[in-house]
């Protein structure tokens, strides 16, 4: 397969907590059972996280990915970033500036694990715009703070979707010009809402939820605070959400590919966000013997950069390339019910 010659950059903190190290904290669950590091990568398929220094920001992984995926460019037309939590500053703005990009249009993007196909999305919708422009996309999310520590007395409490097992920091950016290394044909912006009318399935330490300008936003459920997470903290209702991604997500992947005026065997990959083993196993099943599926979750769940992050590597591993045909979907966190954007690309 030739490769395309997209440059991309992923950049992954060093600190790193593994599953032995779970382990070793002896976590007794609420079953009475120990958390075993093998149960983890059984149940979730991670293998470690990356964890960011306590003062590194979602701008500073970003701008670390951003400068490995720019190489030697020197003009850059706009730089998109997305990052789920909101920050005091604006995160493409950030990484414009530390880049030199003085000429650079910037746009944030909040949409949790829909951010990096959000991002493609936009630029589908204004494709005359943007067509022949060098685009530079980054995806930054730092979870680590949000995390309840699972040797907490309270932890199963606060948490009972064991978040500490689940989620990392890092960061994933691709460079490219618009219309000639990377086309979108479609895209599909949708809430997923639960059949039992359930909502906020997915609460998320986003605070007073409030954002910078200029950015597009699909906004999502903030938790509860406490004196030592006073913007929240990150929980789930784990089985509501499996079912609802797994009754809708794959009629979701067969809308856009025929809204791209393709047929499944025309799709090289479908690249799904992976939000665990067990929900890409499912979803991989469903969408049998029709479509080839990859997700990459061995580096954790880092919500929105996941999705890129797993592009990247397919790249990488020249699992597509040059004429690949690829179906891009994240889903996840959104209130009142969860969200999903998927894209339909082309490498060219």
Request: hydrophobic share 40%.
């Amino acid at each position: 397969m030739k490769v395309n010659k997209m440059l991309s950059g992923i950049y992954l903190p060093e600190q790193i907590l593994d599953n032995a190290q779970l382990e070793a904290r002896n976590i007794i669950l609420p079953s009475g059972k120990k958390l075993l590091a093998e149960r983890i990568e059984e149940k979730i398929g991670v293998k470690r996280r990356h964890i960011s220094k306590k003062d590194e920001t979602v701008a500073d992984l970003g701008y670390k990915a951003a400068m490995i995926a720019i190489g030697n460019k020197k003009e850059i037309d706009a730089v998109f970033a997305s990052s789920s939590h909101p920050t005091p500053f604006h995160v493409a703005g950030e990484i414009k500036n530390r880049l030199h990009l003085s000429d650079a249009e910037v746009l944030d993007f909040h949409a949790a694990c829909s951010g990096s196909a959000l991002m493609f999305a936009y630029l589908f919708e204004n494709k005359k715009k943007y067509l022949d422009k060098d685009i530079l996309i980054v995806a930054a999310d730092k979870f680590s703070n949000t995390i309840v520590d699972l040797t907490r007395p309270d932890a199963m409490e606060l948490d009972p979707s064991l978040g500490q097992t689940i989620f990392g920091d890092g960061a994933a950016a691709i460079c490219f010009t618009y219309g000639k290394d990377i086309i979108v044909h479609t895209a599909i912006k949708k809430p997923l809402p639960n059949p039992k009318g359930k909502k906020d399935l997915i609460l998320m330490g986003v605070g007073k939820n409030t954002f910078i300008e200029p950015c597009v936003i699909s906004p999502v459920a903030p938790s509860p605070t406490t004196s030592d997470f006073p913007y929240g903290y990150f929980t789930q209702n784990g089985p509501e959400v499996f079912q609802v991604i797994h009754n809708s997500i794959p009629n979701v992947i067969y809308e856009a590919t025929a809204k791209a005026n393709l047929k499944p065997l025309d799709i090289d990959m479908v690249i799904i966000h992976p939000g665990s083993r067990r929900v890409v196993e499912a979803l991989t099943e469903k969408l049998k013997p029709d479509f080839k599926v990859y997700s990459d979750y061995a580096d954790a769940n880092m919500s929105s950069v996941s999705l890129m992050y797993s592009f990247i590597k397919a790249m990488r591993t020249k699992k597509i390339g040059k004429g690949s045909k690829v179906v891009l979907c994240g889903f996840g966190a959104g209130s009142p019910d969860l969200y999903s954007t998927t894209v339909v690309i082309q490498l060219i």
